[in-house]
């Protein structure tokens, strides 16, 4: 049974309580009448104790899809302290805002939550956020690996990560205990609640779909005078996925062709050319210049020795024009990887390159592979956490929105609405404070 839950609040007015839901694992919130011995409390005043162990949390919900601003709503409700056996209930670390997160509300991701009315809202509601760090506040019976005061991340999609609190029933499978026997030692918040997306997506883009390594190895081995190990080429290179592949890549050997479009300036442009190639980046090339019909001339003459060392793999999170000199870079038998469509153009399959060169497309989705390889996910995740504790992997620029427990709807709204514009200086992230 939970006990001096932290932080906490009474409140007068609607309540809500929870109660499972058999699909996520979470616990949904019920509309109710507060207990009768409530003592009266203004419903402005705040208590971080009380008599009877309340949390009060708050959660962004929506009811409708929509555009964030339009659809998101901050709603209050209050959990009991009593648990059941097997759940645990959690408090919000860091979460950020993912491009899919946008999409998910706004209807066009390809998987939709279920609107539950068991959330204690007005309409049917669901809450948005996949990705985050939570820290176990209490457990239930019989939960034995985990226990207070542990992080933790989800281990199944649309866990509903934007919210202060919140009680997850069969904790042991619905979350993954983070850093094993290491413990999180030497990790931030801000770096687990990122680890399980963009760099996973990135890792397995790398490692999956062409083996890089072995062609590097090979060429080496066959004495082909190779300069370095095998190419790769990526756009939306200063993506969090994009800068997690240029670090992956630079650890595993590899060299990459990075692409990013133009900042306002010249210097700015530079600014981050500079910045990806700290990272770990072989070349970085605008967007003008990879369009332009000197690319792949460029491409033979100042990277691959005249095709002599090929480019076999291609990640494309962009579509549209730059999806298009994807494949007019790629070697024969090249493989193409496209796992977002930030331009919101698609790109012809032209047929020539598929016969003649027998490139082959493929989608990556980190959902449905987490779905089939659970344990192979949370190895990715392991790994790339010891990388981030030893120093060799470093989160992408964050654009932290501290969420408070008196933090305005309009501020959390803005930070998720502003997440599909482009030319950011950081990927929102909320950092949860006193709540
Ligand atoms: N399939 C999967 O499993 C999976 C997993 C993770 C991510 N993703 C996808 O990967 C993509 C990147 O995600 P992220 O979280 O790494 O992104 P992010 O850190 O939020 O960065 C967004 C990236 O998109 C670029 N961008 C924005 N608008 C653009 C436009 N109109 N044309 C071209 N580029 C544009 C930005 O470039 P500027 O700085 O130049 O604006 C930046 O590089 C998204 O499409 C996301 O949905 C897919």
Same mark, same amino acid.
């Given at each position: 049974m939970a006990s001096a839950l932290k932080p906490h609040a009474l409140r007068l007015g609607r309540s809500t309580l929870l109660t499972p839901t058999a699909r996520t694992g979470l616990l949904s919130l019920r509309t109710t009448k507060p207990p009768l011995t409530t003592p009266a409390t203004p419903s402005t005043r705040r208590h971080k104790s009380g008599p009877y162990g309340y949390t009060q949390a708050k959660t962004l919900v929506f009811s409708s899809f929509g555009e964030p601003a339009d659809v998101l709503h901050l709603h209050t409700s209050s959990i009991s302290p009593q648990l059941r056996d097997g759940a645990a209930l959690l408090r919000a670390l860091a979460a950020p805002v993912n491009p899919a997160d946008v999409n998910t509300i706004q209807g066009t991701y390809g998987s939709r939550p279920a609107f539950s009315s068991l959330l204690g809202t007005a309409e049917p509601a669901a809450v948005p956020g996949n990705e985050g760090c939570f820290e176990v506040v209490a457990v239930g019976g019989g939960v034995t690996g985990l226990g207070r005061g542990d992080w933790v991340i989800p281990?199944?999609?649309?866990?509903?990560?934007?919210?202060?609190?919140?009680?997850?029933?069969?904790?042991?499978?619905?979350?993954?205990?983070?850093?094993?026997?290491?413990?999180?030692?030497?990790?931030? !918040?801000?770096? *687990?609640? $990122?680890? +399980?997306?963009?760099?996973?997506?990135?890792?397995?883009?790398?490692?999956?779909?062409?083996?890089?390594?072995?062609l590097s190895v090979k060429s080496f081995a066959r004495g082909e005078g190779?300069?370095?190990?095998?190419?790769?080429?990526?756009?939306?290179?200063?993506?969090?996925?994009?800068?997690?592949v240029i670090q992956l890549g630079k650890l595993w050997g590899l060299r990459s062709i990075n692409v990013v479009r133009e900042r306002a300036t010249p210097e700015e442009t530079e600014a981050l050319k500079s910045e990806l190639k700290e990272l770990? !980046?072989?070349? *970085?090339? $605008?967007? +003008?210049?990879?369009?332009?019909r000197s690319f792949t001339a460029r491409l033979k003459e100042e990277w691959t020795r005249g095709d002599k060392e090929p480019l076999m793999l291609g990640l494309n999170c962009v579509g549209g024009k730059s999806a298009s000199a994807m494949v007019k870079a790629l070697s024969p038998k090249g493989c193409m990887v496209t796992?977002?469509?930030?331009?919101?153009?698609?790109?012809?399959?032209?047929?020539?390159?598929?016969i003649f060169k027998r490139l082959r497309f493929e989608g990556f989705w980190l959902s449905e592979w987490a779905k089939e390889n659970p344990a192979e996910k949370r190895n990715t995740v392991n790994e790339i956490l010891d990388l981030m504790r030893d120093g060799?992997?470093?989160?992408?620029?964050?654009?932290?929105?501290?969420w408070n427990w008196d933090t305005e709807e309009k501020v959390l709204k803005d930070a998720i609405q502003g997440t599909l514009e482009g030319f950011r200086g950081g990927k929102g992230l909320f950092v949860f404070g006193e709540t």
């Open positions: 281990a199944v999609g649309g866990f509903g990560t934007f919210r202060t609190h919140v009680v997850v029933e069969e904790a042991e499978r619905v979350l993954f205990r983070v850093g094993g026997e290491r413990g999180v030692e030497g990790l931030t !918040a801000k770096q *687990v609640a $990122t680890v +399980s997306v963009n760099p996973c997506s990135g890792y397995r883009m790398l490692k999956d779909y062409v083996d890089l390594v072995d190779a300069t370095g190990g095998a190419w790769f080429l990526q756009n939306g290179a200063n993506s969090g996925v994009g800068r997690s770990g !980046a072989t070349v *970085v090339v $605008t967007e +003008s210049e990879f369009l332009d796992y977002g469509g930030m331009s919101r153009q698609s790109f012809p399959f032209p047929t020539g390159p598929q060799k992997f470093k989160e992408a620029p964050f654009k932290e929105v501290e």
